[in-house]
């Protein structure tokens, strides 16, 4: 692994009526032993104006912060990012675009994903695959800071979904000891791997307790909606709307698994901004529920603000401009479920965080107690360990994880992905750690990501001056 300053290309792209000129070191190899070499590598990209001697919204080569999007979705390989458009033919110039329009350094690792195998058929990006590449980025970013464009000290990863989990994870658990080995085996630069900030949109985090949080959101809701992806005889994906009702067992298994939740919340020890403890009673209700509504409120609030109409929103209780109340079951019926239960530890061990959760030669496996029970497939449990390595919840608290001093995580109002509990939950164990948490749940957002770069680059802004 190494880092040569004299090895890039100047490249020139025009988006619309944006033109930049950046420098791009391509393809850093950031493991030594690579588990898949493709992967695990990195561009990074810095606009040429700073080795002109220019700045850039004040930023110069040496103190630009360093943005690192990952674009992991779904838990699948994550390709790194390039400037470009958000998408073929839009015109609208994407992410790393602006960031370097903006005067960011960009970091874009590629890192490994739940499907990849190696030529003897070995699963080689089940978990901690994600999360162990992520870090092995940063700790190269820390090893070469010296010959590095930008402010190695001032990392911020970004990433939604799968991808701000990882985000969110990165930034919850720098240097911790549990993923040394995993570092050593791919050869990890030998530096740091602690960030500045994160990023996090819709982070699908905490998921052996997700299954709990979805139901305790959902339970009453017994029809779902979703789009299913199918592959056309061509290979290219091709979506349609399914919507369903779920069976009696399924519905059983939501009043199972909600009722499995007040006593995940009330272990964790949570509390407000003011002090006040988050608890729920075995009927789903307590301070736990209200501060979980405040945020959808302070959403709705937000957008009775610039004056839009939620009059149609019949679960909402507006008083002369303030939303002052609302109906939570009647709330999840308004934005409709998503996933049947359980979501995310199937009974087929068929969905996402399954596979992720496989081993070097097991493709899928449970991960909560519950699923691994009342298992169709007779599946196997993965390891503890393993799990708890996905789960930024694990480290928040840990002395010996070096957290980053600030987030920022969006939680889309009407996500279905996962339940709004589960953003909420994070939030409030970071802020009692100290982290500067700036979080919203922006109205009439589903599960996205990078839809308000604006606001995004001014936090960044803030927090880097
Ligand atoms: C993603 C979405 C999901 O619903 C999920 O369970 C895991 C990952 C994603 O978009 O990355």
Redesign the pocket.
Known sequence: MNFDKNAYTVESLTVGVHTIRYRQFADLLYADLPANAAYQRMHIYAPEGFYEGESINGYTLATAPVFMPNQ?????PGEPAAPGETQEGSGIPNTVFCALEHGYVVAAPAIRGRVQQDENKTYTGKAPACIVDYKAAVRYLHAFAKDLPGDEEKIITNG??????LSSLVGSSGNHPDYEPYLKAIGAADAGDEIFAASCY?P?INLEHADAAYEWQFLGVNEFRRMQMNLTEGGRPEFSAVDGDMTPEQVQTSKDEAALFPEYVNSLGLKDEQGRALTLAADGTGTFLEYVKAIVLESAQKALDRKTDLSGETWLTVEDGRAVGMDFPAYARAITR??TAP??DGLELE???NDLFGSENVNCRHFTKYSLEHSKKRGEMAPEQVVRMLNPMSYVDAADAQKAKYFRIRHGECDR??SLAISAMLVAKLRAQGCSVDYHAPWGVP?AGDYDLDELFAWIDEICR
Do not use: L
């Not at 992991?72 to 699948?76: C, H």
């Open positions: 992991v979705g779904g838990y699948m939604t979904s799968a991808g701000g989990a819709c699908i998503m996933k979501a995310f969905t996402a965080e992905d996962t599960h």
